[in-house]
């Protein structure tokens, strides 16, 4: 199967311990200065029976890598270039999910950092389409100029992981969308963890084991 033509850069694996037909998906979500590559290392670490896409974001970054959004001084995403990668990911959520054999009630994301906050901002926007978020290492982005639908989030389920010694995005931001989630009355696992800006293998060890709860 050749990649989709679509709207971002990505690879994807298919199950390999899988029947014919829909996979329970996950699709991965990069931080800022890495690429596609980056959250597949994961692959071996999460059940065999998912179909992993990892899409890259689409601005290059200066440093190298690629980012989804410019940061402003007050730690904010730039609207205009957070506003088009959320429209390339939206679209991208909606060709993969026709283009490849994804099970549409079976669809998770997994983000590290830029990667959780666009994740967020993906399943806050269309949380019918989205099972589940695994948000590691970010914060959710209480921004003006997205519509969260906070009232229909009964049926899209979270992971929150982050570090205690974080200090890039600290751990009060992950405890600020624990509490925000928790009041919209989503279904939420929340752990902090010893580590700094990073996904640790107890982290990822906990992940794993909660998106396999997530299959038939």
Not at 34 to 50: H, I, K, P, T, V
Not at 70 to 84: A, I
Request: net charge negative; proline share 8%; glycine share 8%.
């Amino acid at each position: 199967m050749r990649p989709l033509a679509t709207t971002l850069d990505h690879r994807f694996l298919l199950p390999e311990r899988s029947g014919n037909g829909l996979h329970p998906t996950i699709l991965l979500l990069h931080g800022r200065g890495s690429d596609e590559e980056d959250l597949l290392s994961l692959a071996e670490s999460l059940d065999e029976r998912f179909l992993l896409i990892s899409a890259r974001a689409p601005f290059a970054f200066p440093s190298g890598g690629y980012t989804w959004y410019e940061v402003q001084e007050s730690g904010d995403p730039h609207q205009e270039t957070f506003l088009t990668s959320y429209g390339k990911l939206s679209r991208f959520l909606d060709d993969v999910s026709a283009g490849y054999p994804v099970d549409p009630e079976r669809i998770l994301l997994l983000g590290f950092s830029m990667g959780t906050v666009m994740s967020y901002a993906l399943a806050l926007t269309r949380p019918a389409l989205i099972r589940g978020v695994a948000a590691s290492s970010g914060y959710l982005p209480e921004v003006p100029f997205l519509s969260y639908r906070w009232q229909e989030l009964g049926h899209t389920a979270f992971f929150i992981s982050h570090g205690t010694e974080d200090p890039i995005i600290p751990v009060a931001m992950a405890r600020r969308a624990s509490a925000l989630l928790e009041s919209a009355g989503a279904p939420l696992v929340y752990r902090e963890y010893p580590m700094p800006h990073t996904i640790s293998e107890q982290s990822l060890r906990d992940i794993a084991a909660w998106t396999t709860g997530f299959l038939p």
